[in-house]
């Protein structure tokens, strides 16, 4: 069953568990204890991470308790006391900042690039006085690295097996040269795996002590760029937006995303998410996108029905978490999903030149922005023509199709390498999906052509409780799909009982297949009122 996180009420908790700590600054530092397996969100330790450059949140006005007067923003699950304004030009925003002096309300960040500033206040009625009209308001929304929902039984992970997974072999050392890409976390701490590829700036103040640096933007990063990613070649930009324990806020993301984008980079990679839709930050992306970058965005890992902000954005490369099966992960959030990849246990670096099994669609994020950079590179593309390239060779999972669960589906570098090789045979299973029809149980059967020569008569068999079903696939041209239905008998599924389905594809006429291995596909289906 798929753990259902309410995002609203997460911030709520968010907001009364610190409501003592407005002005105060403080950071509770928090990295994890590295072991042979953690999943995203890191075990908090006691000691201090210092200062931070941004006070993230704020969420309660000094000791007066006026955040109370801000019910708005606190049922809206955003920040009390805080709002971003943005200025038609640099007059008016100076004109602002002159109305303002004497009355309380202060400025607590600016980008310049958007004429917006953060502003902080103990009555709100006290800053609306001072709006015309003329410029754009909102709530600043927390944003955090998310925790890790339900992981299904027959989940299986991919340990050190993901670059094989995915059809990368041989040298990848130079893999996503010439590239640029900035990774938006909690900071890439020094480690072993990176070459001198990584520069590093702060939008939040680092812990006093290294060794405390929360691990969650070092595993992001190296999935990317180091020689256990993707693209080892590529040059990255650590902007670290979040605190130690790995909470930010929209306006402090959206800077980030402005200046990784004035440094000139072709990728942003944001493996954190929030609940509120935020204008400011999307504003930010679409200055990014204007300016040709791609930002690809975790879904989210609380099992709901639609995708975290920023992965909900439009243009945005929004992705899901499969495991080394190729099934949706059951944390991984469903909706607006662009592309899938490994999000369970993925070896990754962590500080203090560790390593770790890392789950999460944040480890999702990075592997398909690792690999837009290894295509970009390979096949001398620009960063979208590689994003198309990763979408039409992707492989069909779940759902026949796009869907909301996998999208475009998982990707697949192998596919992409051999694309202008016409000897190719692959047929695949792709999966075995069941779904309610308006007459019972329909079982899908979808078959994809993964190779580059047309299939023809493909014998399919499949087997279930309801027995053996011989079907042919006539022609099937290169990268389709075809999918079969067939109705379970009634009582098959009524039973409340696990079955399985076997479902296997044969080449015809001698033809030999590059992968046999995903000839067959077997799956036990779990209804949903199983005990």
Do not use: C
Request: aromatic content about 4%.
């Amino acid at each position: 069953m798929k753990s259902r996180v309410h995002w609203t009420i997460a911030s709520l908790v968010i907001v009364i568990g610190v409501i003592i700590g407005w002005w105060l600054g403080q950071s509770a530092s928090q990295t994890g204890t590295p072991e042979p397996s953690i999943t995203e969100r890191e075990r908090p330790i006691s000691r201090s991470s210092g200062h931070e450059r941004s006070r993230i949140p704020t969420l309660q006005n000094r000791k007066t308790g006026r955040a109370a007067l801000d019910a708005d923003a606190i049922e809206a699950g955003a920040i009390a006391g805080q709002r971003w304004l943005s200025f038609s030009d640099r007059e008016a925003l100076e004109r602002f900042l002159s109305s303002i002096e004497g009355t309380g309300i202060r400025v607590l960040g600016s980008i310049d690039a958007l004429n917006a500033l953060r502003i902080g206040f103990d009555d709100p009625s006290a800053l609306a006085g001072l709006l015309d009209g003329s410029e754009d308001s909102g709530y600043i929304f927390p944003v955090n690295v998310p925790d890790v929902g339900t992981i299904q039984d027959d989940a299986v992970g991919f340990g050190r097996s993901l670059l094989q997974w995915l059809g990368l072999e041989g040298d990848l050392s130079a893999a996503g040269t010439g590239v640029s890409i900035a990774v938006l976390d909690t900071g890439v701490g020094p480690h072993s795996a990176f070459a001198e590829n990584v520069r590093r700036t702060n939008l939040i103040d680092l812990p006093a002590d290294l060794a405390d640096l929360n691990g969650h933007g070092t595993a992001v990063a190296s999935l990317i760029a180091s020689e256990l990613g993707l693209a080892p070649g590529a040059s990255l930009l650590s902007i670290r937006v979040a605190n130690d324990n790995g909470t930010s806020d929209s306006f402090t993301l959206a800077q980030g995303i402005i200046d990784a984008t004035d440094a000139g980079v072709n990728l942003i990679n944001i493996s954190m998410g929030s609940s509120g839709n935020s204008t400011i930050l999307r504003n930010a992306i679409e200055y990014a996108q204007e300016a040709g970058v791609v930002i690809v965005a975790s879904a989210g890992n609380e099992g709901t029905p639609y995708v975290a902000y920023p992965a909900a954005y439009e243009g945005v490369i929004s992705v899901g978490a499969v495991d080394a099966n190729g099934k949706h992960l059951d944390f991984s959030n469903s909706g607006n999903v662009t592309l899938s990849a490994p999000g369970l246990n993925v070896y990754s670096a962590y500080p203090n030149d560790q390593q770790v099994l890392f789950t999460g669609t944040s480890s999702s994020a990075p592997i398909v922005t690792g690999a837009i950079a290894n295509v970009m590179k390979s096949q001398n593309v620009s960063a979208q023509q590689a994003v198309n390239l990763l979408i039409e060779y992707s492989n069909d999972a779940g759902a026949p199709g796009n869907d909301p669960a996998l999208g475009q589906g998982y990707i697949d570098l192998g596919r992409i390498e051999r694309r202008d090789d016409p000897t190719i045979s692959d047929a695949a299973i792709a999966s075995n999906h069941v779904v309610q029809g308006p007459n019972g149980d329909v079982l899908q059967v979808t078959v994809q052509n993964r190779g580059n020569t047309t299939l023809i008569n493909a014998p399919v068999q499949v087997t279930t409780p309801t027995g053996v079903v011989s079907l042919n696939i006539a022609t099937l041209p290169a990268g389709k799909s075809q999918t079969f239905d067939l109705p379970l008998r009634t009582g098959v599924t009524q039973q409340s009982q696990e079955f399985t389905i076997d479902s296997s594809v044969t080449l015809s006429g001698g033809t030999v297949d590059l992968n046999p291995s995903n000839n067959r596909r077997v799956d036990v289906h779990i209804p949903a009122d199983a005990p």
